[in-house]
């Protein structure tokens, strides 16, 4: 596809100081993820957001003047917005307006293959779409309702609508939060067979694109699709790996990044407590990214917001083939520098899963 022939996008960030510039790559790999060209970044510095649009009037008219200039077809936030600033900058700026969380859940909408990981991108979508429309309210109550009589204003059409609305999507809210449910009653049942067995399970978790699903299938030739992209893999994939004949389950699943959306912790709880219930986890870092250390620690944070922070971790330091300094991560324990592009220091990193197993054996 020529550039020409990608759709642009503008992005808006607005903050008390400069943003750092990581953060900005990582918002424009989203963005490109998504299948969009960064054609223009805006920020401003303001101490709080704007109730109404987010950004001051006059940055707003910058925003539409630069997205018109560039012929971009969406603005998008790196901030949370309301559903009334949502409502509010599209009617001003006239056209597509959306912030991080939205983007994060089309990204994941596009990934998601399985029937579980639909209904977790649906139920997300949901949960955003209804602040959205309950920020109409605001704009119809501006507008005014209908006639008067009965003692008082009817409401208008645009109001018995939202009203329609707003029930419908609580209503699909709750559909699908049920069906998440049998699906976790019947995940809980398979790691209930598992235990039964004496199954160990090992997790692997890290920064997207750290290479999670690389190293899944160096280590077990499971065959997971690999794209250097941004949550590549949703689904969570199971396969056996074998450690001098004692057979455990390795799992690999959502990659995490920072400042990750609340719906997104809600709506894929069942899958993540596929980490929470694992007897070891394997933090795989991009030794080789600039950011190594920031995404090190972002990961240790979800861990700890999910539940996952007592688990014993072994850390493979990955990409080390890309490597020509020390990585820039903190000192762990238990660490093992390999590349699953290449199959670097993969023995060793299964003697050590299955040594520290052995211990837990105890």
């Known amino acids: 596809m020529n550039s020409s022939e990608i759709p642009g996008a503008v992005l808006v960030w607005v903050s008390e100081?400069?943003?750092?510039?990581?953060?900005?790559?990582?918002?424009e790999s989203l963005v490109?993820?998504?299948?969009?060209?960064?054609?223009?970044?805006?920020?401003?510095?303001?101490?709080?957001?704007?109730?109404?649009y987010y950004?001051?009037?006059?940055?707003?008219?910058?925003?539409?003047?630069?997205?018109?200039?560039?012929?971009?077809?969406?603005?998008?936030f790196q901030n949370r917005l309301s559903g009334t600033q949502l409502n509010n900058l599209e009617k001003y700026l006239e056209t597509e307006v959306i912030d991080r969380d939205q983007l994060i859940i089309e990204i994941f909408a596009r990934h998601a293959v399985t029937n579980e990981g639909k209904l977790q991108v649906e139920l997300m979508r949901r949960k955003k779409l209804l602040p959205?429309?309950?920020?109409?309210?605001?704009?119809?109550?501006?507008?005014?309702?209908?006639?008067?009589?009965?003692?008082?204003?009817?409401?208008?059409?645009?109001?018995?609508?939202?009203?329609l609305d707003k029930r419908s999507i609580r209503r699909e809210i709750r559909e699908l939060e049920s069906k998440l449910e049998?699906?976790?009653?019947?995940?809980?049942?398979?790691?209930k067979r598992r235990q039964k067995n004496a199954v160990k399970v090992v997790s692997l978790v890290g920064y997207t694109n750290a290479g999670k699903s690389s190293l899944m299938n160096a280590l077990t030739g499971a065959g997971v699709g690999v794209e250097d992209k941004l949550f590549a893999t949703l689904d969570p994939v199971v396969r056996k790996m074998n450690l001098n004949g004692r057979e455990v389950l390795l799992v690999d699943t959502v990659g995490f990044i920072s400042?990750?959306?609340?719906?997104?912790?809600?709506?894929?709880?069942?899958?993540?407590?596929?980490?929470?219930?694992?007897?070891?986890?394997?933090?795989?870092?991009?030794?080789?990214s600039a950011n190594a250390a920031e995404e090190y620690d972002v990961v240790n944070s979800v861990?700890?917001?999910?539940?996952?922070?007592?688990?014993?971790?072994?850390?493979?330091?990955?990409?080390?083939?890309?490597?020509?300094?020390?990585?820039?991560?903190?000192?762990?324990?238990?660490?093992?520098?390999?590349?699953?592009?290449?199959?670097?220091?993969?023995?060793?990193?299964?003697?050590?899963?299955?040594?520290?197993?052995?211990?837990?054996?105890?």
């Open 17 to 27: 100081k400069e943003p750092a510039e990581s953060a900005i790559v990582e918002l």
């Open 32 to 52: 490109t993820t998504l299948g969009y060209e960064v054609r223009a970044v805006i920020s401003q510095r303001r101490p709080r957001p704007d109730k109404a």
């Open 55 to 76: 950004v001051g009037t006059g940055k707003l008219e910058e925003v539409k003047s630069v997205a018109n200039a560039t012929d971009s077809s969406i603005i998008i």
């Open 132 to 163: 959205k429309v309950l920020g109409q309210g605001a704009v119809l109550s501006r507008q005014g309702g209908g006639g008067g009589g009965g003692g008082g204003a009817r409401r208008g059409g645009g109001e018995q609508q939202q009203e």
């Open 182 to 191: 049998k699906l976790t009653r019947d995940r809980a049942l398979r790691r």
């Open 259 to 288: 400042a990750l959306p609340h719906e997104f912790v809600d709506a894929f709880h069942s899958t993540l407590e596929e980490t929470v219930e694992s007897d070891l986890l394997i933090h795989v870092v991009d030794a080789s």
């Open 303 to 362: 861990l700890e917001e999910i539940g996952a922070g007592e688990i014993p971790v072994l850390t493979a330091l990955n990409k080390c083939d890309k490597l020509f300094d020390d990585p820039v991560v903190p000192a762990a324990e238990n660490t093992v520098r390999v590349s699953a592009r290449y199959g670097f220091g993969l023995d060793e990193l299964k003697e050590k899963i299955a040594e520290l197993l052995d211990i837990l054996d105890i």
